[in-house]
């Protein structure tokens, strides 16, 4: 399986910049997508950022054109640049990876990281 370590969270100012990295370890060959959610208190977790194994990207409406997402393929590593933040984008950010549909039917699962908190003062 698939194992995620997310780094780079902390406390910025309303308009600054954070990025977060997200490095994949173990059965990295079977992965596909790996992408951005996040969870602020009291609501759903949702998507940030997605991106798949060929370089196409989807974005949330309400981080488009202020969030990027990258991969860097030999080194396992998703980044999520964050610019122009908002108090709004104040929650815990999680690294997803989704495997390859070949490599679900031999059993692989979903993978989540644990977590880093991203804080957006006014």
């Known amino acids: 399986q698939v194992q995620l370590v997310e780094s780079g969270g902390g406390l910025v100012q309303s308009g600054g910049s954070l990025r977060l990295s997200c490095a994949a370890s173990?059965?990295?060959?079977?992965?596909?997508?790996m992408g951005w959610y996040r969870q602020a208190p009291g609501k759903q977790r949702e998507l940030v950022a997605v991106?798949?194994?060929?370089?196409?990207?989807n974005y949330a409406d309400s981080v488009k054109g202020r969030f990027t997402i990258s991969r860097d393929s030999a080194k396992n590593t998703v980044y999520l640049q964050m610019n122009s933040l908002k108090p709004e984008d104040t929650a815990v950010y999680y690294c997803n990876s989704e495997p390859n549909y070949y490599y679900t039917l031999q059993g692989f699962r979903s993978a989540w990281g644990q977590g880093t908190q991203v804080t957006v003062s006014s």
């Open positions: 173990g059965s990295t060959f079977s992965i596909n997508t």
């Open positions: 991106i798949s194994s060929t370089g196409s990207t």
